[in-house]
């Protein structure tokens, strides 16, 4: 069986926080031959290791502020995560084509305005999309 995702990023790193945009951050390639179809999920490092897990936020390295985003993968908009994750695709299809599915990884962000409503303060900001594909 073969369940392959292969990410590339954009090379969009050391962003400027500090606007309200939407930038690509990346692709992901879903490749597969599995006769039951597949599964790929999104995992926010920083949702999976909150309290509710509903939404990936970028998180300040030294005052803990949270800039809250959304992602959009292959075109659709995920607002909200379940437990820090989201299934993002779901293809009954028994394989993919030999060059795979190709999605487009953007995020969307004010950060203008923190999670708490304050300005973010001055610092760096991280977080982690881990994106796994399973046969269903």
Do not use: C, H, W
């Not at 509710?52 to 936020?57: C, L």
Request: hydrophobic content about 35%; overall charge negative; charged content about 15%.
């Amino acid at each position: 069986e073969i369940l392959r995702v292969e990410v590339t990023p954009s090379g969009n790193t050391g962003i400027n926080l500090y606007q309200s945009t939407t930038l690509s951050v990346g692709s992901v390639k879903e490749i597969s031959n599995s006769a039951e179809g597949y599964t790929v999920t999104m995992e926010s490092a920083n949702a999976l290791a909150s309290a509710d897990g509903t939404t990936a936020f970028f998180l300040g390295s030294a005052k803990g502020d949270e800039i809250n985003y959304s992602v959009t993968y292959g075109g659709t908009d995920y607002f909200t995560l379940s437990s820090g994750a989201v299934v993002v695709t779901t293809s009954a299809a028994a394989k993919t084509s030999a060059a795979g599915v190709d999605n487009t990884v953007e995020i969307t962000f004010n950060g203008l305005t923190a999670a708490d409503g304050s300005v973010p303060y001055e610092d760096t900001y991280t977080d982690t999309l881990t994106f796994t594909i399973s046969s269903q």
